[in-house]
């Protein structure tokens, strides 16, 4: 019994240790570029649920993210693969990824600061003329009355 039991706790532990490294795919996606490529699946991913142009929804922008960057979807899944079983180098293209996509974040808010501010000083440059032209309106109105006022006078 107890080699039995030997025997079977040698096996678990054999079976454990796992060989899960693929081998490197013919047709790899180099580092930078897979970095490149999921940072345009993430957004793609996310524009999924926003209204585009001609306010449609539900689209899926990945055939146009596939075609950008010239490749297939297999392509994409065994060289997805091969770097998540190399979990260093996959968590580094992630990191760069991150990284690059909140460096694009900060330069749209910025962008978009930038418009918010000229729309608010146009807007405020608007208000300012219409409380001239308005002035101008009740000017005139006032010279308008004196004139019929001094003609009334007169007859």
Known sequence: MKKISCLFIFIVIASCTSNTIFE????LIPRDTMS??????????????????????????????????KIDSTRFETSNYYYMSK????????????????????????MQSRLDSIRKDSVDQARSIQKKLDSIKLDSIKLSKKVIDKIIAEE
Not at 91 to 106: F, G, Q, V, Y
């Open 24 to 27: 490197k795919p013919k047709d």
């Open 36 to 69: 490149l490529l999921l940072q345009e699946m993430m957004i793609a991913s996310s524009a999924k649920f926003i209204k585009n142009k001609n306010q449609q929804k539900n689209i899926n922008y990945m055939p146009f993210v596939y075609d950008q960057f």
């Open 87 to 110: 979990i260093d180098v996959y968590h580094k293209i992630l990191e760069d990824a991150k990284t690059s996509l909140e460096s694009r974040n900060e330069v749209f808010k910025e």
